[in-house]
């Protein structure tokens, strides 16, 4: 049985309908993801947990996009690959209908203050999540020119960046505000954003089940173990492990880090607003990323990527206050200067942004006070692109084996479930400050990747 090609299908066009449609889907799971580090310090007090059994909401949630991919890889081996059977469009469905099913879980949950049942839950929303992430990273990715796929992912991510933004801002306000004055706390403060997470995500489903978006296949139903013939794949997939792990790790800690006496003593509702701050910054890089990385003239380049942190800037401050964010500015001009040094390539842009990264949170794990605060919060910045280029980069040359390729990248998910509590590990036996070194070690290989990794094998495996 086969489906058309990518390249049958494409020519070089881009559907701008289609892609604007599936950021949607970016904006939903970023808004929803980033509820996680909310909850952390919500069940944290809630249950009376110490750091390795909080950040098991991570665990739970990001060892549910391992098992969920596995099993896409597995069935792909044994029959062929299950979205080439069923299309992009479907397989978007089917994630949307368990993370719906899995959103209401949080009910019960809540109702008989079962920490255990809360983490089945945002199992179960992992588990739709894989199969989003699965269908939906290389659909943007062949929605155009594979030489202009990394700059379509930014975009696309720089959407679930919006939603990682503003997920703090309301998360915080709702679950450690606005519920706790009408009277709920702890756990039944979750019930109802959940609920309406579920309401959304079976909304979404069905629109997406009547909505008319172009067929773009793959080519050949084949069974076997094709993707990993690639090296750079099986190097991608340990480069999204570390990516999301690191990043999940430094997203989940922000709170508790920006409390610490030494550091800035903030209560939660405080530092939750700068936890919007970080992904706030992925937001910001992700559309200059888009950006750079596009085919747009020189001179348009150059204006956006002027316009995109001036705007943001201005944007912040009336929001957040110039005082806020007059310390946020040398971040900015750092990033433009970083995405001059990139040069518009993906792979020199990810080995750069990574030893930002690097760079500020050795910063933060030696320093106190301000200047750590403003590392960790800051790092939000550059670890914008690195997502997008890395996947891309992980499944260019791949062809027809694009799908399994992505469901191995999606399995390397499993990071975010294994490094925030490694993380926590090291913070109860040693300091919070000091687990930093995990996500040091992480960004560092993902730096390996964006200046070597990506090559290797590319000549054999692609001629």
């Given amino acids: 049985m086969t489906v058309e090609s990518t390249t049958g299908v494409n020519h070089g066009r881009t559907y701008r309908g289609p892609f604007a449609i599936m950021t949607v889907l970016f ?36 060892g549910a996009y391992f098992i969920g991919s596995l099993l896409y890889f597995a069935i792909s081996v044994a029959i062929g690959d299950p979205i080439a059977r069923i299309g992009y469009k479907n397989g978007v469905v089917i994630g949307l209908v368990i993370s719906a099913a899995g959103s209401a879980l949080f009910w019960p949950a809540a109702t008989s203050l079962s920490y255990p049942l809360f983490l089945a839950a945002l199992f179960v929303v992992g588990l739709g999540f894989a199969m989003l992430q699965i269908a939906a990273n290389p659909y943007v990715t062949i929605l155009g020119p594979e030489r202009t796929a990394s700059s379509r992912l930014n975009l696309a991510q720089a959407f679930n960046s919006l939603g990682t933004t503003l997920g703090p801002l309301v998360g915080g306000y709702l679950i450690f505000q606005y519920f706790a004055r009408t009277g709920a706390h702890g756990t039944e403060s979750v019930k109802v954003p959940y ?39 099986a190097l991608g997939s340990l480069a999204i492990f570390l990516y999301v792990g690191g990043e999940v790790a430094v997203g989940s800690s922000i709170i508790n880090f920006l409390g610490q006496p030494h550091v800035a003593g903030l209560t939660q509702l405080q530092a939750s607003g700068y936890v919007s701050l970080f992904w706030g910054g992925m937001l910001i890089g992700r559309f200059m990323g888009s950006v750079e990385l596009s085919d747009l003239s020189k ?11 001036i705007g943001a800037f201005v944007i912040l401050g009336a929001i957040r206050g110039w005082t806020v964010v007059r310390m946020y500015l040398p971040f900015l001009v750092l990033c433009w200067l970083l995405f001059q040094l990139g040069k518009s390539l993906a792979g020199r842009t990810l080995m750069i942004f990574s030893l930002a990264v690097v760079a500020l949170l050795v910063t933060a794990i030696l320093a106190g006070g301000t200047l750590a605060m403003w590392c960790v919060v800051g790092a939000g910045l550059f670890t914008s692109i690195g997502w997008s280029n890395t996947f891309s980069l992980a499944i260019e040359g791949t062809g027809i084996y694009k799908s399994q390729a992505s469901s191995l990248l999606v399995m390397a998910i499993l990071g975010g479930a294994i490094l925030p509590p490694l993380q926590g590990y090291v913070a109860d036996h040693w300091n919070l400050p000091i687990s930093y070194i995990v996500p040091v070690i992480a960004y560092a290989y993902v730096a390996f990747y964006g200046w ?9 495996c692609d001629g």
């Fill in 27 to 62: 904006f939903m799971w970023g808004f929803m993801t980033v509820f996680n580090d909310i909850l952390i310090p919500r069940f944290k007090d809630a249950f009376t947990l110490d750091y390795f059994h909080a950040m098991l909401v991570q665990f739970a949630f990001f």
């Fill in 452 to 460: 070597k990794g990506h090559r290797v094998g590319r000549v054999t």
């Fill in 195 to 233: 609920l309406a997470f579920c309401v959304v995500f079976a909304a979404l489903a069905v629109i997406f089940f009547f909505v008319n978006l172009p067929h773009v296949g793959q080519g050949k139903i084949e069974p076997g173990f094709a993707a990993l013939k690639f090296p750079h794949v």
């Fill in 299 to 309: 001179g348009t380049k150059q204006l956006l990527l002027g316009a995109i942190p």
